[in-house]
């Protein structure tokens, strides 16, 4: 009887500390900034081999994807309506 007291006491107190009021600010991919990203990575590279045995320009490619990706993250607050998924 006594815990069922202190429960019912607690739980109100633990509830309103724990949970704030305040919204999330969720860290998205900026696309705008994903592309700009990608395109100055493609931009800064020497060119391109005329002809390839292996798919090594295909990894440069990628490197370039995998870096925009990783920089391109933001809090969603600060990144437009138009550059959001």
Known sequence: MKTLKNLKILIPLILTTCC??????????DECL???IFKEC???????????????????VK???RVSHRQSHRK???VKIECSL
């Open 34 to 36: 994903n592309r700009e």
């Open 42 to 60: 493609l931009n800064s590279l020497p060119a391109g081999p005329t002809t390839t045995h292996y798919n090594d320009w295909d990894e440069v």
């Open 20 to 29: 704030s009021c305040e919204p999330i600010d969720r860290i998205v991919r």
């Open 63 to 65: 490197a370039c994807e």
């Open 76 to 78: 969603r607050s600060v």
